[in-house]
Nanobody, 125 residues
C-alpha cells in the first residue's frame, strides 16, 4: 500500500520560512519524479515544484522561483520543500505526489499517480 505523508505545515508571518516534508512508503521511491502542488480556497490545484528521480533536476512555478527549494533524500524516501520569503498568496493546502508524467509535462501528474493527504500552510500579512 502506497502512502505519502506530508508534514511541516503551519502558520507563519509574511516573510517567514517553513519546511515541508513528504515521507513515502510502499513504493520504489527512487524510481519516481516527485512534485509539490498546492490548492488555495476557491482555486484549482496548481503546480509548485518537481524534482527528478535523482534530485539533480528541478523545476519551479514562476510564482515560487527563487523562494522555494525542492529536494529529496532517496535513502530516507522523503521529498522536501523549503519555502522562504513567504507571502500571503502562498496560503494553501500543499500536496506531494509522484509524477509519472514528468518527461511529458512536469507540471502535471497522471491519473495513476499517488498523492498525499495535504498539509495546510497559512501565511499571515
Amino acid at each position: 500500500q502506497v502512502q505519502l505523508v506530508e508534514s511541516g505545515g503551519g502558520l507563519v508571518q509574511a516573510g517567514g520560512s517553513l519546511g515541508l516534508s513528504c515521507a513515502a512508503s510502499g513504493l520504489t521511491f527512487s524510481s519516481y519524479a516527485m512534485g509539490w502542488f498546492r490548492q488555495a480556497p476557491g482555486k484549482e490545484r496548481e503546480f509548485v515544484a518537481v524534482v527528478n528521480w535523482s534530485g539533480g533536476i528541478t523545476y519551479y512555478a514562476d510564482s515560487v522561483k527563487g523562494r522555494f527549494t525542492i529536494s529529496r533524500d532517496n535513502a530516507k524516501n522523503t521529498v522536501y520543500l523549503q519555502m522562504n520569503s513567504l507571502k500571503p498568496e502562498d496560503t494553501a493546502v500543499y500536496y506531494c505526489a509522484t509524477n509519472r508524467n514528468y518527461y511529458n509535462n512536469y507540471a502535471k501528474t497522471r491519473g495513476d499517480d499517488y498523492w498525499g493527504q495535504g498539509t495546510q500552510v497559512t501565511v499571515s500579512s
